[in-house]
């Protein structure tokens, strides 16, 4: 059975900390790994991975794909209340677009 | 800007009554899909649709059926609401093609049924 799994499911750090979210996933003919943030609204895009070892970055956020272990890791650098969010993993697998969503990870930064 | 727009952000309904959730897109995608998201659950999909007129039962599709008459829109419809419908319903959207693809959200639409 497909399955992406996050871990932790919540997080509560000060301004300033830096976090790691994790992602593993089991997921038949991978395609892409994608990170979003969802506060009170839509899900919003943040990286988009197909490619091992290969770093995107944005600001102080990061995020980099093992497709041997099978999981990815979303970092955030000096955290701000902004920051504040469900994020949410997804593994797109090769039959008919079906992604694959992980249960989100609630991080919550507090000044 | 490229956008899925769902048309309500809040409905309350009560049991038994026929509920639309209309979604649209203005990106031109070929495939479009209708999530509910839970606490402790995630974004489970409930169907997608990859051509007009064209759907596919996606892993919780009891309750629910959908419509696609035009490729900008899909539509949710719950024949007669329950209250284990109450949820948040995701509505997105993405490019058919050989490459990987994003889903591009809606806002979301937050159902309680009473």
């Known amino acids: 059975e497909d399955k992406v799994v996050q871990s932790p499911l919540s997080l509560v750090v000060h301004e300033g900390d830096t976090v790691t979210l994790n992602c593993s996933y089991e997921?038949?003919?991978?395609?892409?790994l994608l990170w979003y943030k969802q506060e009170k609204k839509a899900p919003t895009f943040l990286f988009m991975l197909t490619s091992s070892g290969i770093e995107k970055k944005s600001g102080r956020l990061s995020s980099i794909l093992d497709k041997k272990e099978l999981f990815s890791i979303l970092n955030i650098t000096a955290t701000q209340t902004g920051d504040s969010a469900v994020y949410l993993c997804?593994?797109?697998?090769?039959?008919?677009?079906?992604?694959?969503f992980g249960t989100g990870t609630s991080l919550t930064v507090i000044p | 800007d490229v956008k899925v727009t769902q048309s309500s952000r809040y409905l309350v309904k009560r049991t038994g009554e026929k509920v639309f959730l209309e979604c649209v897109q203005d990106?031109?995608?070929?495939?479009m899909f209708w999530y509910r998201q839970d606490p402790g659950l995630g974004l489970r999909l409930i169907y997608f649709s990859y051509d007009v007129k064209m759907k596919e039962k996606g892993d919780i599709p009891e309750g629910y059926s959908v419509s696609r008459e035009k490729k900008e829109r899909f539509s949710l419809i719950l024949e007669s609401a329950s209250t284990n419908q109450t949820s948040m319903y995701l509505c997105a959207s993405s490019l058919e093609g050989a490459g990987a693809n994003v889903l591009t959200f809606g806002a979301g639409s937050r159902l309680t049924v009473l």
């Open positions: 997804a593994v797109e697998g090769n039959t008919g677009n079906q992604f694959y």
């Open positions: 990106m031109d995608h070929e495939n």
């Open positions: 997921v038949t003919n991978f395609r892409s």
